[in-house]
């Protein structure tokens, strides 16, 4: 089993920065994908940004040059910088870590329970 702990939400003003933490831990060989998805009230889950484990990034295109998805490295937290944050970015964020839980074993994928971001004056 694998556990995904998220930290880092809150409330900000418009315009404001917030960085968001993912670690992931248990039963884990490698990680192949980590990423960050969010939801808003009557809205359907979408992604904002996702990382190999080579380093390559995928940004939904609505905070590109906004926010930056980094990992110091394959076993390292992944953290998701999210700048100029517009009220539009209010919703729950969650981390999802694909996970091989053995050498040849096929990627599972696994969610953190979610941390709320508030974008408000």
């Known amino acids: 089993q694998v556990q995904l702990v998220e930290s880092g939400g809150g409330l900000v003003q418009p315009g404001g920065s917030l960085r968001l933490s993912c670690a992931a831990s248990g039963n884990i060989f490698s990680v192949t994908v980590m990423g960050w998805y969010r939801q808003a009230p009557g809205k359907r889950r979408e992604l904002v940004a996702d990382i190999t484990s080579s380093g390559s990034t995928n940004y939904a295109v609505s905070v590109k040059g906004r926010f930056a998805i980094s990992r110091d490295n394959a076993k390292s937290p992944v953290y998701l910088q999210m700048s100029s944050l517009k009220p539009d970015d209010t919703a729950v964020y969650y981390c999802?870590?694909?996970?091989?839980?053995?050498?040849?074993?096929?990627?599972?994928?696994?969610w953190g329970q979610g941390t709320q971001v508030t974008v408000s004056s």
């Open positions: 999802r870590a694909d996970v091989r839980e053995g050498l040849g074993s096929p990627p599972i994928s696994y």
